[in-house]
């Protein structure tokens, strides 16, 4: 020791196993957080392999994107040498036209779409078509609060809040149906799915050329965080 200073030394052993120790927890622990997710499908019906199939899909899905229309901007952008100097009697530069390229995400749209589809399908072979009116009455009030709550940033997207409309389905599913169970996690699934793209995204739509941005994605950046949320807390209920 010198200094107050105490110096220890490491064998090869011991840095080995602090390597292998840091792998399995970077290993674990992505693998613990999916059980969880997996979990709570199966709570809503899925077994252990659709629901991880589910899962690992909607992740992997969120990296692709399927190209639907084009939206013509108004906002013209002019570069400097594009503005003539007054007096010279120069004619101005033409104009470039942008567009926005509109997609579907299919992690954050197409998918948790056709599960949606799936589970009201499945619970209409249950319960009858009853909960048809419980479902389309959630997604409209999670669709409108959804749409309040999206800010538009330009250059960049929609930013929909990441818990707002999970706890909003959440709740509506819970009033709608009277309490726990099936009817009451299948309409906070889909009121939560379908109302977060119809009121953060597909909504604003018309608002998507102000944005100046080449590309925009339904249930992409901005939006899957909320979709995928959406997806998981409906099993407190089921």
Not at 122 to 143: E, K, M, N
Not at 195 to 205: A, D, Y
Request: charge should be positive; hydrophobic fraction near 55%.
């Amino acid at each position: 020791m010198s200094d107050g200073i105490r110096i220890f030394s490491a064998g090869p052993l011991s840095v080995i196993a602090f390597i292998i120790l840091v792998g399995l927890l970077i290993l674990i622990i992505p693998l613990f957080i999916l059980g969880i997710i997996g979990a709570a499908f199966t709570r809503l019906g899925f077994s252990w392999i659709s629901a991880l199939a589910v899962v690992l899909l909607m992740l992997s899905g969120s990296f692709v994107t399927i190209p639907v229309y084009r939206i013509r901007r108004d906002i013209i952008r002019l570069s400097r040498d594009d503005v003539p100097f007054h007096g010279t009697g120069m004619p101005p530069a033409p104009l470039q036209v942008w567009e926005t390229r509109i997609s579907l995400n299919l992690g954050g749209a197409v998918i948790p779409a056709c599960v949606s589809i799936y589970m009201i399908y499945r619970a209409i072979l249950i319960s009858g078509t009853s909960l048809l009116f419980s479902v389309c009455v959630g997604i409209f009030i999670v669709a409108a609060i959804t749409f309040v709550s999206t800010r538009l940033v330009a250059g960049a997207g929609f930013h929909v809040p990441l818990l707002l409309p999970g706890l909003t389905a959440l709740l509506a599913g819970l009033i709608l149906t009277g309490g726990t169970g099936l009817a009451a996690a299948v309409t906070a699934f889909v009121s939560g799915t379908i109302g977060t793209l119809s009121g953060g995204n597909i909504v604003n739509l018309f608002q998507v050329k102000m944005l100046e941005i080449p590309d925009f994605s339904i249930g992409g950046a901005g939006t899957f965080g909320t979709v995928f949320i959406c997806c998981i807390l409906p099993a407190l209920i089921a």
